[in-house]
């Protein structure tokens, strides 16, 4: 599929400046908005090889990844010094998954919208940070209609997004991270969840390759939703 080979050739050439490297700021800020039990079943969509993986498990919770691409997810495992297993995604062609030893992390390789709710079970929590904004504008719908059938009652989504300026990232960056605002996140969602903007917060600073992209300003938007 496009979107995953053009995934899959960033992380080929290293193009991967949205990895970081500590767990996210937000998440630690935050983490009390998203979860409300001591031990959650908490979703990571388009999860790369994000370290807030493992500080979910070393938290207590059950975490599941989904990645579009084996890559990130190996490079994950070998860089947290995990043991991990690898198998196939019954009906699921070409998906793979790999888990933990102990369990507790799973990463399901495969498109997130291959996916269901009887694969990939139920969650209490959400962690999206950089998952709706990478996703195309054509395919939030069906992004927000696949992550809600996957909610168990009460769960709650902490989201990272960005809000910019569309016409200035015409100019020189077409890709993502696209801008998501608080009404876009009430077009998607607003429907089954409530939502509060948590913070808004200008971005362009800590993110300078952005400003060599073209854009004058950037500001980052953290939201708490529960699912009513």
């Known amino acids: 599929m496009a979107r995953l080979q053009v995934w899959e050739d960033r992380w080929t050439d290293g193009r991967i400046d949205f990895h970081q490297t500590e767990v996210n700021e937000s998440l630690l800020q935050f983490k009390d908005k998203l979860l409300i039990k001591d031990k959650s079943r908490v979703l990571v969509p388009l999860c790369g090889k994000t370290v807030d993986l493992k500080w979910f498990a070393d938290q207590g919770h059950e975490v599941v990844g989904v990645e579009g691409i084996d890559q990130p997810v190996t490079e994950f495992f070998q860089e947290q010094k995990l043991s991990y297993t690898k198998s196939d995604i019954h009906g699921v062609e070409g998906g793979k998954?790999?888990?933990?030893?102990?369990?507790?992390?799973?990463?399901?390789?495969?498109?997130?919208?291959?996916?269901?709710?009887?694969?990939?079970?139920?969650?209490?929590?959400?962690?999206?940070?950089?998952?709706?904004?990478?996703?195309?504008?054509?395919?939030?719908?069906?992004?927000?209609?696949?992550?809600?059938?996957?909610?168990?009652?009460?769960?709650?989504?902490?989201?990272?997004?960005?809000?910019?300026?569309?016409?200035?990232?015409?100019?020189?960056?077409?890709?993502?991270?696209?801008?998501?605002?608080?009404?876009?996140?009430?077009?998607?969602?607003?429907?089954?969840?409530?939502?509060?903007?948590?913070?808004?917060?200008?971005?362009?600073?800590?993110?300078?390759?952005?400003?060599?992209?073209?854009?004058?300003?950037?500001?980052?938007?953290?939201?708490?939703?529960?699912?009513?």
């Open 97 to 228: 998954l790999y888990e933990s030893e102990d369990g507790r992390i799973k990463i399901f390789v495969s498109d997130l919208f291959n996916l269901t709710r009887d694969i990939l079970g139920q969650f209490d929590a959400v962690w999206d940070r950089g998952s709706v904004v990478a996703v195309d504008e054509c395919d939030r719908k069906e992004y927000a209609k696949v992550i809600s059938s996957l909610l168990l009652p009460g769960a709650r989504m902490l989201l990272v997004t960005v809000n910019c300026d569309p016409a200035e990232k015409v100019k020189d960056h077409k890709g993502a991270p696209h801008a998501v605002t608080t009404e876009g996140l009430r077009r998607l969602f607003g429907e089954k969840f409530t939502i509060e903007l948590l913070s808004d917060v200008e971005n362009l600073e800590k993110n300078p390759r952005f400003r060599l992209r073209g854009l004058t300003w950037m500001r980052e938007l953290v939201h708490v939703m529960k699912l009513k």
